[in-house]
């Protein structure tokens, strides 16, 4: 019997309890949903020209869907910073979201501030720490959302509630149905994938046990580029391995002529990953089969995943929350607990020991 398909030893190795929290990653969705809802935003949206997103890992991964969502949807631009430096074409016209699940974050923290002092209409969202405190000094709006996640475990509160709020500006449309849509899509994928599935019924279980010990390549159209980078982070925050992802048709232009170069010994420690759409366009579907016919030479470890669902929303988050399931499955079968993230911890304590950034947004708040 697969490891997998012992729900008491997968439960000693997640011994933060991160299955229970991709079971109820639907509810969650809704609940963020009714956070937007609930909050009133005082903004006019008829001087806004363009949307910044100010975010870092999980964090930004909202900003980063909405931007693929709207590529051909949204009239106007939509741009998302993972940097301390804000881009010099900020201004009164730019709607900032500064995202933070613990509200503690360098980065953002840095960026938001200079958004705050350039005037720019501002909208915070975390749990609370310095980035409600910066909200609460500047009168900006602040979208506070439940704490006690790992940020990459958080990502329906990290994007529905700015979701709802650009909603209730008139600045998306239709967002509403496709969130409904969603959560029907994911509650339907999970009953599928979860821990009390079979392995031998189970394409996360199964894909898990077939790419574990190789380093994922995963490929994607530009329609799923946020997808297929959130599924490269999750490999390597839950399932601690190395990862990498590119985007058709950019891909051959450059990387499918690094296939040409692959040794036996090397195409044995890799495997690729395809995020694929039934609906996608002829000219995409011809690359991935050319791509695949390609890379085929090299590999047999090719395994393709299909969105499910009829809206764009629903097709990037299904698809996130079997690829989040997949890389759990990993971190079980590599004998690691998902949730801890020493490196990540490690780094951060010693930069603000060395640049204590909080320190001087504190004083600046004080």
């Known amino acids: 019997m697969s490891l997998l398909d012992d729900p008491k030893r997968v439960a000693s190795i997640d011994r933060s309890g991160m299955s229970r929290v ?9 609940d963020a949903w009714e956070i937007g809802d609930r909050v009133e935003v005082k903004l006019d949206p008829t001087h806004i020209e363009q949307l910044l997103f100010l975010g870092m890992g999980g964090s930004a991964i909202g900003g980063s869907l909405l931007r693929d969502w709207g590529y051909n949807q949204v ?28 509200g503690e974050t360098d980065e953002t923290l840095t960026a938001f501030s200079e958004a705050l002092r350039r005037r720019c209409p501002s909208i915070g969202l975390s749990s609370g720490g310095l980035l409600e405190k910066l909200c609460l000094k500047y009168d900006a709006a602040h979208l506070k959302v439940p704490d006690g996640f790992q940020p990459r475990a958080a990502l329906p509160y990290l994007a529905l509630p700015i979701f709802r709020v650009l909603d209730k500006l008139g600045l ?11 959560v029907a899509v994911l509650r339907s ?29 995963i490929y994607c159209s530009r329609a799923f580029t946020t997808v297929a980078y959130r599924f490269k982070a999750q490999l390597n925050e839950n399932s601690k391995i190395l990862a ?23 195409s044995n420690m890799v495997s690729v990953v395809l995020i694929r759409d039934h609906g996608e366009p002829n000219e995409i579907k011809a690359r991935f089969e050319i791509t695949k016919e390609l890379i085929g030479r090299k590999t047999d470890k090719i395994y393709e995943i299909y969105a499910e669902g009829q809206t764009r929303l629903a097709k990037m988050l299904s698809t996130i929350h079997l690829c989040d399931y997949i890389s759990f499955y990993i971190a079980a079968l590599r004998g690691v607990d998902p949730t801890p993230i020493k490196n990540i911890s490690a780094l951060k304590g010693k ?13 600046g708040l004080a």
């Open 172 to 182: 998306t449309a239709g967002l509403g149905d496709e969130v409904k849509e969603a």
């Open 189 to 217: 994928v999970g009953s599928k994938i979860k821990l009390s599935i079979p392995t031998n019924q189970n394409q996360a279980k199964h894909i898990a046990s077939e790419i574990a010990d190789t380093f994922p390549l």
């Open 351 to 363: 930069l603000q020991q060395k640049f204590k950034l909080q320190e001087n947004i504190k004083n």
């Open 75 to 102: 009239t106007i631009p939509i741009d998302v910073v993972k940097d301390y430096l804000l881009p010099r074409y900020v201004d009164k016209h730019t709607l900032t979201f500064g995202v933070s699940y613990s």
């Open 244 to 266: 990498s992802y590119a985007i058709l048709p950019e891909l051959g232009h450059n990387e499918v002529v690094g296939w040409e170069g692959v040794s036996p010994e090397f």
């Open 22 to 30: 991709l079971d109820e990653t639907p509810r969650y969705y809704e």
